[in-house]
């Protein structure tokens, strides 16, 4: 079985999106009613905006499970406050929780928090607590930098975050470390400021005694771990001069990557350095790159075919990759799809 | 001949973080003096804070010059205004003059700029112009976040930058794109602002039309190009998806990675997917890893050795990296020093 622990609804239907724009339209006028309201979206809409784009990738190349989540670019939270954040994320987390029960063999949820500007991250609390317990959720999306790209938040190290923390060990959930869109023109989302936050948030980890106040506390760091595998012996050597546990030490329980690297050079670099107990198959399909590689003829986001292509690990090393560490770090993945061999 | 196109005076005598230190604590009295006044530091202190260190090192490792510049930690932009920006950068600089005028076998300079939050970089015109017709430095460092972690400025496209890039290009110097310390507690500087600077930098010139408006304007991106080789095939896709230029045409004759990567896989992946004629040798010697891998014995930075070790590029490509490419990219360079064969 492979699990593809990166999956966003890119491809969601139109009427999520007029419903945040009319919020946002709303947002201008603060004397307007702050109601949740609804969304009209048909089961077949949700089929459709599915059957012909993640489904379709999944039996093309082969992969099974999907953790998937609200459209990371759309979470925003840099627009409008929290009230504004939990309405539009409830509507998100709702529309995956149709999509999960619609198809329960191909999808499970991860949920965006009501994250926002300025505001403690208590606030995420409950909604984290009713998409797990309630809808059936295994993790959920930590944003490191509400403001969209002035990174005004405090550190993910910092006491801040720990009541959110607090609740995620209760729950034995994961979160993944993604920011949103920018806000600021000096960030390109897919190409700088996803990138920038899990390379900041790595270096975060390494500095400080986060894992030791919560001993079973996980994180995804996506996209492959943006600069951290490439600059593997600048963080050994950081670690080093800074007194600071070996890096494999600091990563063995607490921080995982995933595969969105879309080059084969760069997969076998990440194989190659880190160990293969923290590294989680993820293709961020549909996501960031759409095309086709003219110099492959597949699809760049296809990351089953680099891991595939890889020989100087193990098929055991593999099976973890593509199944087994997704199991072992969202364990109540567990509950909703049984362990296959 | 192995020219270092990455060298900070990081070793620099006590006197001169003496005269930053005094010049700090008297902003904090706005109504005080702003003398630019003068720094005594003797040929000998100078030769003392090198001799050990940096020129120890380069025959140790055979290498033979270091284009070199001010400690990029300690231009620290975002602290003070323009003039005490700029006396502090005129400090730095003389300084690296006076050290590349005792060891012109060993050193060149590259400068500091007086950058400054929320000044538009004209300012910076009169030092640069300074610098390279009086003292003879080939190069300056860009900081494209004058701020410290805030990245409240334009981004390097803008044509807020463009007066300084007209004298680059009118005295044909290149830039190395090079944050400072961080304020924002977020970044560590070393481990995550530097990284997050490289690959900003380098989505900013994928996205903007800058290289039409400059045909032979050229940036050097430090530390490997941040996460940019590692994710090739997502820049790759990016350009392609965006329907901008490939990224190999990009960067031919404008953006340069050195090789400021501390391990031999991160290397082996650079001289994989970049063009060998965009890459310079680098080592950043002395600066953010001074420890010795305990895996190899050697130092994390003499990145030297990762290169000898690769056997799939031609001795031709490694002599382009090691010195052809710098004299290409720092064409006054030969002004110094001279071709040898």
Redesign the interface.
Known sequence: MIIDCHGHYTTAPKALIAWREAQIAALANPSAAREKGSIRISDDEIRESLEGAQLKLQRERGTDLTIFSPRAAGMAHHIGDAIASLHWSQHCNDLIHRVCTLYPDNFVGVCQLPQSPGVAPDNCIGELERCVTELGFIGCNLN??PSG???T???LT?RYWYPLYEKMVELDVPAMVHVSSSC?????A???HY??AD??A???F??ADLFKDFPILRFIIP??G??V??????????A??LKRPAVVDLIRDHIFFDTC???L??I??LL??VPADNILFGSEMVG????I???TGQY??DTRRYIEQVRFISDADKQKIFEGNARRVYPRISRVRAVTT
Chains 1, 2 share one sequence.
């Open positions: 490191p930098d790209g002035y990174w938040a405090p550190p910092d600021n023109p000096n960030f390109h897919t190409g700088a990138l920038n390379t900041t790595f270096m975060q390494l500095t996209h492959g943006g600069a595998p490439y600059h593997w012996g600048r963080y050994r050597g950081l080093q001069d690297v879309y080059h050079p760069g076998e670099l190659k350095v960031a790159v759409r095309g590689d003219p110099e760049f986001d």
